[in-house]
């Protein structure tokens, strides 16, 4: 896939290269990160346990969004008709900016004075909240960690956990400060106090705002999943409920996620299931006690039909959001969810920002692993990431090559090309290895800022090999 | 058997005493081992880096100097991926497709060689020692290495094979990344170093002297004690 522009301002990639460089200064929090996941690898692991075959498990998983995915022409109309019979009403914006107009619109033919809105990553990614407040809306958070990061004006730090890198007592002081609450070291009592500020809000509120699971094709409905009960009565308490999703999220039939919702949970949260799982059919109907008068779905591409068409990275799409690659990824674990500067952090969000994003401005992010496959190991749906990351640095280095890169590769391959020249020129660094550690080299300063490196042999294996020869002979 | 060995440019220029040991091994267990002079580098850093033009022209020449070999067998995990993983990729659609995977079913790491190719775990070797091992980890994910070193090493004589708590982590290395993003790369070394030193083994052995160079770099520089030995070294009894 060509990248969108062709050359980036190198902006974000300067900005990565130097927020990493501070956070991994910042010992005292990444060594909470690791602490906060050690918890989540041992239930995990015991969940996985359960599954007669979890390989067999991510086989299914992934066969179910490949036939999804493959087929997205056929099951997403039949997905819409269905949705649309049940009562609802299909919006499809092609952009972030055609989705963020068209809940504007909705949003004021409502008359809405308040909107309370469900965990949805969809929403982060067309920037919604900031669009709905600079409209002179205000939205509310209702997931206890996306409340958090609203009140401490962050984005989310992970796509599943947002505010996993906020202490207990920052969280506490927090509350204090904006809500009025009294300091408590209890996590129930935490939840209960953002629980009582927002059960009015949800009493209030015009409009609820969620994201989407999965779109079962067969039966028309959304799924929606969530632990805290919040985007059950976003959806149901406010007169219209607003559900934004990406176009990839439609499976076929109901049965698939019988597989899909348990292995969402373990993969990413290491929970049997989660807590609640939510189908909604359309608006409430004549006789129903409750429900939202009108149900809107927003189907957003946003360059999903590109990746769509590239096969070699299709299956990115068949990603369910789990958040297990990030769990295990050592780049997140230490340089953190906010020096990615995207929507989605860890290893798929290096895949995918460069393909919503532009590659040239983004490719930074596919060339900051050491590709050891950890996150490809984990996903639930066999998304094969890590591969990826090599795709999109094959990508960058074609559609926009580094000059001094390229020369640097091209001369390589002539002196590989040469078993002569290639021993001259190992000879010629082992020989000069003490005068190259006292020139200006910014790769070798990077290495030795913080590593040693022992000084080359005298001879390499081929004059060893020789040399045997030699006396053998 | 007559074994072909492959001697990655890093070998070849920094730790030319485990290609040694690799023959050294593979001799005493009765095969004949040879060395062709005409390998230079399998093109892994030109294919990570994206240039894959310039990966491709090395990988081609790679695959005919090993051209008839019967099994070509390296001491690195991440060299023998590069091979058996990404060369059928790195050349498909081109007319040395066919080569690439032809190569791929005659190239091994050692370990791998020697408990899957040769169902050999007891090379009798000796080595007094609390030993922990570290997983480079195309040696693990990509070629799905994990037992063979260990079942390797917990035959060697008074060899006690201790787990670290982070035994699948990355080092870091990563070839150019870890000159690139030098500060990341080294945020890995040290969680995967302090794991390692608190293992409070005597020796780190790994599959990789490419991990070798980067945890022990950082190790030494941190004034972790430990010492470093490739399984080779430790099948050869040359590991001082
Ligand atoms: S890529 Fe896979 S592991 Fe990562 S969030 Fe998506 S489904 Fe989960």
């Known amino acids: 896939m060509s990248a969108p522009e062709s050359s980036g301002s190198g902006r974000a990639r300067r900005k990565f290269l130097s927020d990493a460089e501070s956070h991994v200064r910042d010992s005292g929090h990444r060594s909470f990160v690791r602490r906060t996941l050690t918890g989540y690898y041992s239930s995990r692991d015991t969940q996985k346990a359960r599954y007669r075959s979890w390989e067999h498990a991510r086989d299914a998983a992934s066969l179910a969004k490949w036939s999804a995915v493959n087929r997205l022409d056929e099951l997403l109309p039949q997905f819409v008709e269905r949705f649309e019979a049940n009562g609802g009403t299909v ?32 929403s982060e990614e067309i920037h919604l909240n900031a669009a709905l407040e600079d409209a002179g809306y205000g939205v509310v958070e209702s997931d206890l960690g996306e409340f958090i990061q609203q009140l401490r004006g962050e984005p989310p730090y992970h796509f599943v956990f947002p505010c996993m890198h906020v202490r207990r007592d920052e969280i506490s002081e927090l509350f204090r400060e904006r809500l009025g609450s009294a300091p408590t070291d209890s996590p129930e ?70 597989v899909l919702l348990p292995m969402l949970a373990t993969a990413g949260a290491g929970q049997p299931m989660t807590c609640y799982n939510t189908l909604y059919a359309g608006p409430r109907r004549d006789g129903e006690p409750d429900g939202p008068d009108e149900m809107h779905l927003v189907l957003l591409d946003n360059a999903r039909t590109a ?23 050592p780049i997140f674990k230490n340089v953190g969810g906010f020096t990615y500067g995207t929507t989605y952090q860890g290893p798929i969000g290096s895949v995918i920002t460069p393909h919503l994003r532009g590659l040239a401005e983004w490719s930074h992010l596919s060339g900051a692993s050491s590709l050891c496959g950890a996150c490809s190991d984990a996903c639930p749906v066999r998304i094969d990431i ?25 001369a390589f391959r002539a002196v590989a090309s040469r078993p002569a020249l290639f021993a001259l020129g190992g000879a010629l660094f082992r020989k000069s290895y ?3 550690r006292r020139l200006p080299l910014p790769l070798l300063k990077g290495w030795l800022a913080t590593r040693d490196l022992p000084a080359p042999p005298q001879r390499s294996f081929r004059q060893e090999w020789r040399r045997r020869a030699g006396r053998d002979g | 058997m007559k074994v072909d060995l492959f001697i990655p440019c890093f070998v070849d220029q920094m730790t030319p ?32 880096a994206g240039y894959w033009d310039e990966a491709r022209a090395v990988a ?14 390296g001491p690195t995990g991440s060299c023998v991926a590069m091979m058996r993983a990404f060369y059928p990729e790195l050349l498909a659609g081109t007319p040395h497709e066919g080569a690439a995977r032809d190569l791929a079913s005659r190239v091994f790491e050692l370990s791998e060689f020697l408990v899957e190719k040769l169902g050999v775990v007891d090379v009798g070797a000796r080595f007094p020692h609390r030993v922990t091992y570290h997983d480079g980890c195309h040696g693990l994910r990509e070629l799905r290495i994990k037992e063979a070193p260990r079942k390797l090493l917990r035959a060697v004589e008074g060899l006690e094979l201790v787990e670290c708590d982070e035994p699948e982590s990355c080092c870091g290395f990563g070839g150019l990344f870890s000159v690139k993003f030098p500060m990341i790369s080294t945020a890995m070394a040290e969680v995967k170093g302090e794991s390692l030193a608190r293992t409070g083994c005597d020796y780190v052995v790994s599959g990789d002297p490419s991990c070798q160079l980067q945890l022990a770099g950082w190790m030494a520089r941190n004034g972790r004690q430990a010492r470093f030995a490739h399984i080779a070294e430790v099948l050869a009894g040359d590991a001082t």
């Not at chain 1, 909705?106 to 309370?116: D, M, W």
């Not at chain 1, 106090?193 to 009015?200: D, E, G, V």
């Not at chain 1, 890590?386 to 091209?410: C, F, G, I, Y």
Request: aromatic residues 4%; charged residues 20%.
């Open chain 1, 91 to 122: 919006h499809w914006a092609r952009t972030a900016d055609e989705a963020r107009a068209i809940v504007l619109e909705l949003v004021a033919k409502a008359k809405a004075s308040s909107i309370i809105k469900s965990k949805c990553m969809t």
């Open chain 1, 189 to 258: 009592e935490l939840t209960m106090i953002a629980r009582r500020h927002l059960r009015q809000l949800y009493v209030d509120a015009d409009i609820g705002i969620s994201g989407a699971n999965f779109l079962v094709a067969e039966t028309g409905q959304v799924s929606i999943t969530e632990n805290e009960g919040n985007a059950r009565l976003t959806v149901a308490l406010p007169r219209v409920h607003i559900a934004i999703s990406g176009i990839e999220k439609v499976v076929e039939r109901l049965d698939d996620l019988a």
């Open chain 1, 307 to 329: 990746l769509l068409a590239d096969p070699e990275q299709r299956d990115a799409l068949y990603c369910i959001r789990c958040g297990a690659c990030l769990n295990v990824c």
């Open chain 1, 386 to 410: 890590h591969h990826h990351l090599l795709h999109n640095r094959r990508n960058a280095a074609t559609s926009s090559p580094n000059r001094v890169e390229k020369m640097a590769h091209a």
């Open chain 1, 434 to 436: 003490w005068a190259l």
């Open chain 2, 17 to 48: 005493q485990v290609g040694l040991s690799v023959s050294k091994v593979l001799e005493r267990l009765g095969h004949s081992v040879a060395f062709r002079s005409a390998q230079t580098c399998c093109g892994q850093p030109s294919f990570n």
């Open chain 2, 60 to 73: 081609i020449r790679a695959i005919k100097v090993f051209d008839g070999a019967e099994a070509i067998v």
